[in-house]
């Protein structure tokens, strides 16, 4: 299982708005879908600075590409 606190040295971590870009998705959608468990959960900087590994981000492009191809 993979540590979902601690990004490596080499992944990059992606504030909302970068991973709104790469996903081409609205930000209440990516919130709901975090909420609901379809989105990886973020790592929590400060109360209101929450971000995500670009490798998790990456994985799930991914994945959704494989799910609708």
């Known amino acids: 299982m993979t ?3 601690t ?12 991973v709104l870009e790469r996903m081409h998705v609205s ?3 990516w919130w709901q879908g975090v909420k609901d468990g379809k989105f990886p959960q973020g790592i929590k ?13 990456d994985a799930l ?5 494989r799910k609708h191809a």
Do not use: E, G, K
């Open 3 to 5: 540590d979902t606190t």
């Open 27 to 29: 930000r209440s959608y």
């Open 45 to 57: 900087l400060s109360a209101r600075v929450t971000v995500w590994r670009a490798s998790d981000i």
């Open 7 to 18: 990004p490596t040295p080499h992944d990059s971590l992606l504030r909302v708005p970068n």
């Open 61 to 65: 492009i991914a994945r959704l590409a």
